[in-house]
């Protein structure tokens, strides 16, 4: 609209017509400025800004400029700031198998373990003996359970959601859709059972 003047807050019309008011009401219901303030089209006779850039924050935007376009219009460049949401990075953990695990060996050397354990306990405070028995008790279980590294796919798998349940999961959804196509009575009932 080569009839406003955006230098100003406001943007201020030279005429009065219909586009131009209906623009400006919606400009200011919106709460919206405009952030453009060299002319966008140059010619020899005129100069206007007819490409706009609007936004409702203005602490969001920063460096606006006009460069050379490929056309007859110069082509608008902004900086907008906004913040990109922090996606925590899953990294791969520990998943050990006690089941598995050898608890023999492990009260064996804790046994062999104890009298070491038992002689620094003069000479020592109490934070340091517990990051002693902390340490070796760690040491112990690294040695004497299995265990897997579950990489981040697997660790979003719930232990809960098993073979079993997915199955009837997957059941319940063929035996739902069946009723969705075929309209039967029969299979209506045949739902009863797979609903969880």
């Known amino acids: 609209m080569p009839d406003v003047c955006w230098r100003n807050e406001m943007p201020m019309f030279?005429?009065?017509?219909?586009?131009s008011k209906a623009s400006g009401d919606l400009i200011i219901s919106h709460g919206l400025f405009q952030f453009v303030e060299n002319p966008t089209r140059i010619t020899p006779s005129t100069s206007n800004?007819?490409?706009?850039?609007?936004?409702?924050?203005?602490?969001?935007?920063?460096?606006v400029l006009t460069i050379p376009g490929i056309s007859d219009h110069e082509c608008v460049t902004a900086c907008i700031v906004c913040a990109c949401p922090h996606t925590p990075v899953v990294r791969p953990r520990k998943?050990?198998?006690?089941?598995?695990?050898?608890?023999?060996?492990?009260?064996?050397?804790?046994?062999?373990?104890?009298?070491?354990?038992?002689s620094l306990t003069a000479s020592s405070n109490i934070d340091d003996l517990w990051s002693l028995l902390k340490h070796k008790l760690l040491t112990l279980i690294d040695l004497h359970i299995p265990f897997k590294i579950l990489s981040a796919k697997q660790s979003k798998n719930k232990p809960w959601f098993t073979k079993k349940v997915k199955t009837l999961i997957n059941k319940r959804k063929r035996i739902f859709k069946k009723y969705h196509t075929q309209k039967e009575v029969g299979i209506h009932a045949a739902l009863d059972p797979v609903n969880i």
């Open 95 to 118: 998943l050990y198998l006690y089941d598995r695990g050898n608890f023999g060996s492990i009260s064996l050397a804790l046994e062999e373990y104890f009298e070491t354990f038992e």
């Open 14 to 19: 030279s005429s009065q017509s219909a586009l």
């Open 49 to 63: 800004t007819l490409d706009l850039f609007f936004a409702n924050s203005p602490d969001l935007i920063r460096d």
